[in-house]
T-cell receptor, first 113, second 114 residues
Framework: EAGVAQSPRYKIIEKRQSVAFWCNPI?????LYWYQQILGQGPKLLIQ????????DSQLPKDRFSAERLKGVDSTLKIQPAKLEDSAVYLC???????????FGPGTRLLVL | GNSVTQMEGPVTLSEEAFLTINCTYT??????LFWYVQYPGEGLQLLLK?????DKGSNKGFEATYRKETTSFHLEKGSVQVSDSAVYFC?????????????FGKGTKLSVKP
């Protein structure tokens, strides 16, 4: 069974530029999560989708971050414009509906200069 | 709000030593508890979990027991190997269904020397 796929794996941009990350969850997993993991800290939830609807985006900085999951499968997370403090690893995870176990992708490491 | 506190790292052990990584939590209700492991260059993988008080999760020689009275979920292994070198994250889930958000500790880096 294929795992959660993410791309790109690494991205370097300058502040005020925009960037987008892509995630393809495990087949059949209706729930999709985006986490931000700053160096030395644990992952922090940014947004949770159930199919193509948003369940929780309370910690998403909506002035610069946006995410979508238009067809209820893959998802895109965008940052525009980026700030230095956005440097982090962005993790995507998925789970079956109602299940507590989440499966994580390898992450996208973002460096904002 | 809900939170998880892990012991500070890094932890350096010799091969075959005993491992304990402490984890305590603060939560309303009865969360499920997890240990995730992150090997170098890889994503987080579920190591073990426990869903109710006194449950013991185990996998790959690692164990952790859900202690409601001490709000703890310490990770233990009797004899570590070099291949166990990784970052270990304790986490809790504040509910199943559509609100199964995970709250993570800061992680503990383990290095095992031959």
């Amino acid at each position: 069974e294929a795992g959660v796929a993410q791309s790109p794996r690494y991205k370097i941009i300058e502040k005020r530029q925009s960037v987008a990350f892509w995630c393809n969850p495990i087949s059949g997993h209706a729930t999709l999560y985006w986490y931000q993991q700053i160096l030395g800290q644990g992952p922090k939830l940014l947004i949770q989708f159930q199919n193509n609807g948003v369940v929780d985006d309370s910690q998403l900085p909506k002035d610069r971050f946006s995410a979508e999951r238009l067809k209820g499968v893959d998802s895109t997370l965008k940052i525009q414009p980026a700030k230095l403090e956005d440097s982090a690893v962005y993790l995507c995870a998925s789970s079956l509906p109602g299940a507590e176990t989440q499966y994580f992708g390898p992450g996208t490491r973002l460096l904002v200069l | 709000g809900n939170s998880v506190t892990q012991m500070e790292g890094p932890v350096t052990l010799s091969e075959e030593a005993f491992l304990t990584i402490n984890c305590t939590y603060t939560a309303t209700g009865y969360p499920s508890l997890f240990w995730y492991v992150q090997y170098p260059g890889e994503g987080l993988q579920l190591l073990l979990k426990a869903t109710k008080a006194d449950d013991k999760g185990s996998n790959k020689g690692f164990e952790a027991t859900y202690r409601k009275e001490t709000t703890s979920f310490h990770l233990e292994k009797g004899s570590v190997q070099v291949s166990d070198s990784a970052v270990y994250f304790c986490a809790l889930s504040d509910g199943g269904g559509s609100q199964g958000n995970l709250i993570f500790g800061k992680g503990t880096k383990l290095s095992v020397k031959p």
